[in-house]
């Protein structure tokens, strides 16, 4: 089975894992995770219903309980498993991937992630056994975890009057949501929830994606547009103009409702790859900002380790303590259309703010496909450390190395085949002369 990955199981269905998997994955995951009880949830992929199906046999032939909650979002799970009280859950999902792909998403007690390093590895291996039935069967109960999810998130909602908003669910499980939290207000696109994704891909990162939510902004005069992934747990924004706005900035808005609006003391933390300028914002509002590893599987543990506020990711995920420390693409949206909705009183528009935050010149995320990626990270940070002493270096997840005027991280991907490059710099003559050296450092090692 080749859908074990760093965060959690995926892959494409019937050819990474297929319907046996499942069942055993059902059957193990109770012994793994010492329980007799297991929440479950799905989103709405064609093969949803038969991952399901059979992951809930296994789990009650374990001699566990299987709770079914039925369509969900993954921060609805998360939510349920925390709430509940629950020592272990499942999302079946593959998020933002196409809709050929599926997955799980696995949690234990107080919602924290099962990633490779914390568990999956030792189910991967439990897999590989022989099922041997020795007890007695368990039971399939229903669970209503929608009614008390949404009553957490409307605690968080203002009234939106004089807010114009477009909103893409890209047909994935936001809608379960969307207007309920929103109201009919805002002009909704690819609401309708359906697994075949017939409208676009349920990734906002691939900007294709998001032209169709681009361009309604601008016919619609709207002051945002939010655009969330497959399953909910991760939300990105167009600002007035029909730009896209760099995730990992609106850490920095988050601040003016954390630390200045409800004066929460504590960390805020963002990954590696964040810009600089989050840094400098988060710490004039009076943060402290920590820096960590990409992905849930590290964030969600890490927030939790410091008591963070909360933090984000420039893949769109934001973690909130509020939230049992994790992830919530609706709660994030909320809170950034709140503090828009605050500052469009002040007389700002949403790019007015960003570039209150943006301070550098980006390149984005860069991908080279190659198979030696230890030996190329270490040709260009050994380079640039050999020419001048960094002002600042990180090595928890590849590597980051910084200096007064310019900083870059590269890194392998825990999902696919490449090496990924990010870098920063005060002037786009300088990000373009650094970007072109690093890129012919890593020439030779391209496949």
Not at 32 to 37: A, C, E, S
Not at 89 to 102: E, F, R
Not at 124 to 146: A, P, W, Y
Not at 245 to 263: C, M, N, R, T, V
Request: glycine share 8%; with cysteine.
């Amino acid at each position: 089975m080749k859908g074990f990955k760093a965060y959690d199981i995926r892959g494409v269905y019937n050819k990474d894992f297929d319907r046996v998997n499942a069942y055993k994955i059902g059957f193990y995951l109770p012994q793994l995770l010492k329980t007799d009880k297991v929440l479950v949830g799905r989103d709405a992929r064609i093969s949803s219903p038969e991952i399901h199906n059979y992951l809930m046999k296994g789990i009650i032939d374990a001699g566990a309980d299987a709770y079914d909650a039925g369509l969900a979002t993954t921060p609805m799970i998360y939510f349920g498993t925390a709430h509940a009280n629950f020592d272990a859950s499942v999302m079946i999902t593959a998020s933002h991937n196409p809709a050929k792909y599926n997955g799980m998403k696995i949690s234990r007690t107080n919602a924290l992630p099962v990633g490779y390093d914390s568990g999956l590895s030792e189910l991967e291996q439990l897999v590989k056994e022989k099922v041997h039935i020795t007890r007695e069967r368990g039971s399939i109960k229903n669970i209503d975890l929608k009614t008390p999810y949404l009553e957490f998130l409307k605690s968080y909602v203002p009234d939106w009057d004089g807010l114009n908003m477009v909103i893409d669910c890209s047909n994935g499980m936001a809608g379960l949501f969307a207007r309920d939290i929103f109201g009919d207000q805002p002009y909704y696109i690819y609401e309708e929830i359906d697994g075949a994704f017939p409208n676009h891909e349920p990734n906002p990162l691939i900007q294709e994606n998001v032209a169709d939510l681009k361009k309604e902004v601008k016919a619609k005069n709207a002051d945002a547009g939010v655009i969330f992934d497959g399953d909910g747990d991760r939300v990105m924004f167009v600002d007035e103009k029909g730009e896209f706005i760099s995730p990992d900035l609106l850490i920095a808005l988050l601040g003016h409702y954390f630390l200045e609006e409800k004066g929460q003391k504590g960390p805020v933390l963002q990954d590696i790859r964040t810009s600089q300028a989050v840094k400098n914002y988060i710490e004039k509002l009076g943060g402290e900002m920590h820096m960590w590893r990409v992905g849930r599987a590290y964030a969600a543990l890490k927030l939790r380790e410091i008591d963070g506020v909360f933090g984000g990711e420039l893949a769109g995920h934001y973690y909130f303590r509020d939230f049992f420390y994790s992830d919530s693409g609706m709660l994030a949206a909320i809170l950034i259309m709140r503090i828009l909705k605050q500052k469009k009183a002040e007389g700002y528009t949403f790019s007015q703010l960003i570039d209150k935050i943006k301070a550098f010149e980006n390149s984005g995320e860069i991908n080279f496909k190659i198979e030696q990626k230890k030996e190329a990270m270490d040709e260009v940070k050994d380079f640039f450390v050999n020419q001048s002493e960094p002002s600042a270096f990180y090595d928890f997840d590849g590597y980051r190395v910084e200096y007064p005027d310019w900083w870059f991280n590269i890194r392998p991907s825990n999902t696919e085949p490449y090496l990924r490059l990010l870098l920063e710099a005060n002037s786009k003559e300088l990000l373009e002369e650094k970007t072109q050296k690093i890129k012919e450092l890593l020439k030779p090692y391209e496949k």
